[in-house]
């Protein structure tokens, strides 16, 4: 018996948010070691993707609203494909390929989802998924890549990260929580407009909700558009995917704690800088120059492992102008405890729900009118901390990419996994053609505050205050430098964690650098920045 459910209303935002210029597909890739069974594994994927009703449905329009039904049709292979990369089929041939994937459309006429298993990439296999965003959000799409790999399914109440692994603001104070959920109770006050005449002590509440839902657009509607850069623009639809060699966990963790912030301040803060760099390698000027970007944050209760959409979007400024690494690291720590404390994020992630009750032609302008207003979308989710096998092969590396929307033309994507922190970046050709000469230079910022507090340079512990650096605001002027005492100590714990070595991100065969090794060109770099 075909079975149907009607799609959610913000499901179905996310549905009509697809643009030529930028689809709404979450993109994944999975990479095998040697050997592998590529029998098994399509095996395993396959029985892991049909325990979710969702992955043997298609989108169905009818007059009454957008549904999932069952598809009479469904075949596998319209969904699961062997290739093969051209040439030597690096790793430059799976990035061209996953870009190719990620400007190409899902097919409506089937489920919205594909699989390409990639044979003999680097003596093991490559895994690309795709999946449009209508049938799940990052979170949840988590729980359902863990029931693909090797051991008990793992579907069930989600596991908190602990503070070490935290995501985005995972430390939200309860006020700002509370009026979250006030934000998005207001999404829903127009269903229940008409009971009012039959509760009219109610009406208090909806009125409440409504100032609520109108704060929420002059939010957006006053907030200035984003800094004018090469990042900006009209995009093609054509995108280009790279990624770096992972940072080791346990040095960020090492190097966050000398320099007495959080670990997300850290990997905001080399975001921001590898930016700066790149844009000034181009030429153009940095000089307090600020770039926002798009942040999802997941608001789903523990336990809920159900597909849909359950997330809010923030606005996050990175103080690309600020070229000092500990300045920039300073000013991107003060705006994060801001946002803790500050109830305007809220309105955002209110009225991303309310968009859903909304028709296309009012969603659509709404929508453009936030993308104007960032440059990037950039997630961070905390993924398994141990590695898994997929079908007895290991499960080496793991990425994924949420999608742009409105003019926005580049997502960054850091994920933690396996002791390691990975960053990725999708980007389209007209705007950034080159992301890889952007994306090698993520770990380049964080040796910055590796070499910073192994060489325990007090100039760089406590750097001067520059022109570059934006004026605080009250909540700010709380937040002072580490200390050349603090970071002296911090030395101490990081040299224990990076077992007698700095990790350099290296090609094969080339040695690894040691500290000393790294003494000489950093020195010039923390003297003339200090």
């Not at 993707?49 to 957008?66: D, F, I, N, W």
């Not at 623009?233 to 966050?256: F, I, Y």
């Not at 523990?302 to 979007?313: I, K, P, Q, W």
Request: aromatic content about 6%; charged content about 25%; overall charge neutral.
């Amino acid at each position: 018996m075909s079975h149907s459910e009607r799609m959610s209303s913000v499901d179905t935002t996310w549905l009509r948010m697809d643009h030529p210029a930028n689809l709404m597909m979450i993109v994944g890739v999975w990479v095998l070691e040697g050997p592998v069974a590529l029998d098994k594994v399509e095996d395993q994927i396959v029985e892991g993707l049909m325990r979710y009703p969702r992955y043997r449905q298609k989108v169905e329009y009818t007059a009454t609203g957008v549904y999932w039904r069952d598809d009479p049709n469904f075949d596998l292979s319209h969904h699961i494909k062997h290739v093969r990369l051209p040439g030597r089929g690096d790793k430059q041939a799976l990035e061209r390929f996953v870009g190719e994937l990620a400007s190409e459309p899902l097919d409506p006429k089937h489920p919205l989802w594909t699989e390409h298993i990639v044979e003999d990439y680097e003596g093991g296999a490559a895994l690309v998924f795709r999946g449009h965003h209508a049938m799940a959000d990052g979170m949840a799409l988590m729980g359902v890549t863990m029931s693909l790999i090797d051991g008990p399914v793992q579907k069930g109440p989600r596991r908190r990260p602990p503070e070490a692994e935290e995501g985005w603001l995972k430390s939200l104070t309860p006020s700002l929580v509370s009026v979250i959920d006030i934000g998005t109770r207001a999404s829903a006050s127009a269903r229940a407009a008409l009971g009012l005449a039959r509760h009219p002590l109610s009406a208090m509440g909806y009125m409440r909700d409504a100032a609520l839902v109108a704060g929420e657009l002059a939010y957006l509607l006053f907030m200035k558009t984003d800094s004018p850069t090469r990042f900006k623009g009209k995009p093609s639809g054509s995108k280009r995917v790279a990624w770096c060699e992972p940072l080791k966990l346990a040095e960020v963790k090492a190097v966050s704690l000398a320099l007495e912030c959080s670990i997300n301040d850290v990997l905001l803060s080399c975001v921001a800088g590898a930016m700066r760099r790149y844009l000034a390698d181009k030429g153009d000027s940095t000089e307090g120059l600020e770039i926002r970007a798009l942040v999802p944050i997941d608001r789903r209760e523990e336990g809920d492992a159900e597909l849909g959409n359950r997330f809010g979007l923030l606005m996050v400024e990175l103080p690309v102008g600020v070229e000092h690494p500990i300045a920039r690291l300073r000013t991107v720590r003060q705006r994060m405890l801001a946002l803790k404390n500050s109830y305007e994020p809220a309105t955002t992630l209110g009225l991303l729900a309310a968009l859903g009750y909304v028709p296309k032609a009012a969603q659509e302008p709404l929508l453009d009118l936030l993308a104007s207003r960032s440059t990037a979308v950039m997630t961070n989710v905390p993924g398994p901390t141990e590695r898994p096998t997929v079908a007895g092969s290991p499960l080496k590396q793991w990425l994924s990419w949420v999608p742009q929307t409105g003019d926005i033309g580049m997502g960054v994507s850091i994920f933690s996994y396996a002791d390691q922190v990975q960053f990725g970046l999708i980007t389209d050709a007209a705007l950034t053609p080159d992301p890889e000469a952007l994306v090698s230079r993520f770990p380049e910022e964080f040796e910055e505050y590796l070499y910073t507090v192994l060489l325990n340079t007090p100039a760089a512990a406590e750097p001067r205050k520059t022109a570059e650096a934006p004026r605080p605001s009250e909540p700010e002027r709380a937040v002072a430098a580490p200390s050349s005492a603090s970071v002296s100590a911090g030395a101490r714990a990081v040299r224990p964690a990076l077992g007698g070595g700095v990790s350099h991100h290296r090609k094969h065969g080339e040695r690894r650098s040691t500290p000393s090794d790294a003494r000489k060109p950093s020195m010039k770099r923390l003297r003339r920045r200090a």
